[in-house]
């Protein structure tokens, strides 16, 4: 597994990493929200209990790209931390779709890589690694033009984590393996905010990245 003895591991990212998290941090059991982040913290902390790991869940619900990058020294930098997440970009790619004529909202394509870029440049001499987890949205159709958008701002992250030699979790690819068996209203009202099943299984996404290891202590 990556994440070594005392590493502090931050969650960066919207509504569906914040998920209720405590203010001004979601650190520590009851305050890192009902989501993915949630069962992260479990179970490094159940399957390493011995590294002493110590996560951080810093989503804010509504964020975009945009305003990822404002809060980024704040939110991320000063937590001094060893690991990064960053799981960004569907509300880049709503706003467009319910919100149209809010342009000043809109984040497109160009400006959502170069809000990346400048994150990711910002945050590599720092740290010991990151993880892109792409944006994902529950419906398993591709013709659907939200899909089509959210899977072009997905192939941004997917290149960028090539580029840069960083971690990739591809969290529309988990999801549409369980949508070949659940229709996404099983999972999800609005496509964007998953169910407890979501969750776990944006959770295991993101912790094979990082090389967990699921039969350790076994």
Request: charged residues 25%.
């Given at each position: 597994m990556r994440i070594e003895t005392n590493d502090v591991l931050?969650?960066?990212?919207?509504?569906?990493?914040?998920?209720?998290?405590?203010?001004p941090y979601g650190e520590g059991w009851g305050s890192l929200g009902n989501g993915y982040a949630q069962n992260v913290g479990a179970l490094l902390d159940g399957v390493y209990p011995e590294r002493h790991i110590r996560v951080i869940n810093m989503g804010v619900s509504g964020n975009t790209s945009r305003d990822l990058r404002?809060?980024?020294e704040e939110d991320t930098m000063a937590l001094k931390?060893?690991?990064?997440?960053i799981m960004i970009g569907i509300n880049d790619i709503w706003r467009q779709y319910d919100r149209p004529l809010h342009k000043e909202q809109h984040v497109y394509v160009d400006e959502y890589e170069a809000n990346l870029r400048a994150i990711i440049e910002r945050t590599l001499p720092d740290v010991k690694g990151l993880v892109l987890m792409t944006p994902f949205y529950m419906e398993q159709y591709r013709k659907d033009a939200m899909r089509a958008s959210t899977d072009q701002y997905g192939?941004?992250?997917?290149?960028?984590?090539?580029e840069y030699g960083v971690l990739l979790a591809d969290t529309q690819a988990a999801m549409d393996v369980y949508f070949q068996q659940y229709d996404p209203i099983s999972m999800s009202w609005d496509r964007v905010?998953?169910?407890?099943?979501?969750?776990?299984?944006?959770?295991r996404c993101?912790?094979?990245?990082?090389?967990?290891?699921?039969?350790?202590?076994?």
């Open positions: 931050v969650l960066q990212g919207d509504s569906t990493t914040d998920c209720g998290r405590a203010r404002a809060r980024w931390p060893n690991w990064v997440t192939a941004v992250v997917k290149r960028l984590s090539e905010h998953p169910n407890h099943v979501g969750s776990m299984i944006l959770t993101l912790l094979e990245a990082l090389e967990f290891d699921w039969r350790k202590g076994l």
